[in-house]
C-alpha cells in the first residue's frame, strides 16, 4: 500500500487532470455552439459520452453488479437536481467568457455551506458566514450588475449553477453513507438519458463532422474527468484536493485567449481572489472541525 505522501501526490495529481479536463470540456462547448450546436444537444452528448465511459470502465473492473441499489429514488432525485445545475452552467458558459463562468463557478464552497447550515444544522461561526459574505462580495465585483459587461441572465444561470451544486453535495454526503462512488456516477449518467434523448429527439440537426467530433468530445471529456475528480477524493481529504480546483482559472483564461480572443476584464482579478480567499477559509474551517471531531472521539475519558 503506498505511504500517505505518495496518496497525498495521486489525489493532487488526479484533481489537477479533471480540472483541466473539465477545462477543455467548457472550451468545447463554446466551439459547439458556434459551430450550431443547440443546448439540449449538448446536454445529450454530454450525458451520452459520459454513459459510454463510465458503463466501460464499470464492465472492465468490478462489473455491472456492482452498481445495484436500492435507493433508487435517491438517484432519481440527484439526476434531477443535477440535470437541472448542468442546463444552468452549461447555459452560463455559453453566455459568458470562460473565465468569468469559471469565475462564478468558485462560488460553490459557498452555497455549500449556506445549506449546510440551513439543511443539515451544521454549526456555522463566525469565519464561514464571514466567508459567505466576502465570496458573494467578489461576485458582485466581477459581475458588476447594471453597470458591467457581464450578462445578468448568464451570471444569475452560472449562480443557481452553483446554488444546485451545492444541493448536490448535500445529497451525495448522505447517499455515500450507502453508495459508492462508481454506484452514484453511473446511475447519475444513465437515470439522465431518457429525458435528455426525448428532448434531443426533437433538437435533433446534421452538423458538419467538427461538431459532431466537439459533441462526442465534451461527453468523454466530461465523463473523464468526473473520474479523476471522484478518484483524488479516494486518495486525499477534501481540504486538500479542493484548491486544486483554482487552477482552472488558468485553464479558462488560456483557452478564451487562444480559442476564442478574450481575456479576463479587470474587475475579474480584482474579484477572483476575494471569492477564492473566501472558498480556502471555509476548507480550512472543514478541516479544523474535522481535525476537533477526531480529537474528541478519540480522547480518553
Known sequence: MPDTQDRIAAAI?????????????????????????TLIEILFFRQFGAALLITAVIIAGPGLRNVRTSRLPA?????????AAM?????????LPLAESTAIGFTIPIFATILGALVLKEPTGPWRWGAVTGGFVGVL??????????????????LLGCLLTAFVSILLRRMGRTEPTSTTVFW????????????????????????????????FLGGAAQFAMTGSLRFGPVSV?????????????????????????????????IIIASGLVIVWRERVRHLRAIATATAIP
Open 188 to 219: 447519475f449518467s444513465v437515470l439522465s438519458l431518457p429525458p435528455l434523448g426525448l428532448l434531443y429527439l426533437f433538437a435533433a440537426q446534421p452538423h458538419v463532422p467538427l461538431v459532431w467530433a466537439y459533441l462526442l468530445g465534451i461527453g
Open 87 to 95: 442546463f444552468c452552467f452549461f447555459s452560463a458558459i455559453m453566455a
Open 241 to 273: 484536493v479542493v484548491p486544486m480546483d483554482y487552477s482552472s482559472l488558468l485553464w479558462a483564461t488560456a483557452l478564451g485567449w487562444l480559442l476564442f480572443g478574450a481575456l479576463p476584464a479587470p474587475a475579474t482579478w480584482v474579484g477572483v481572489p
Open 75 to 83: 438517484h432519481l432525485l440527484r439526476a434531477a437536481v443535477g440535470l
Open 13 to 37: 495529481g488526479l484533481r489537477l487532470v479533471s480540472v483541466a479536463l473539465f477545462g477543455f470540456m467548457n472550451a468545447g462547448i463554446k466551439l459547439a455552439e458556434a459551430g450550431g450546436a
Open 141 to 158: 465585483i466581477i459581475t458588476r450588475p447594471g453597470v458591467g459587461d457581464i450578462p445578468v441572465r448568464g451570471a444569475g444561470l452560472a
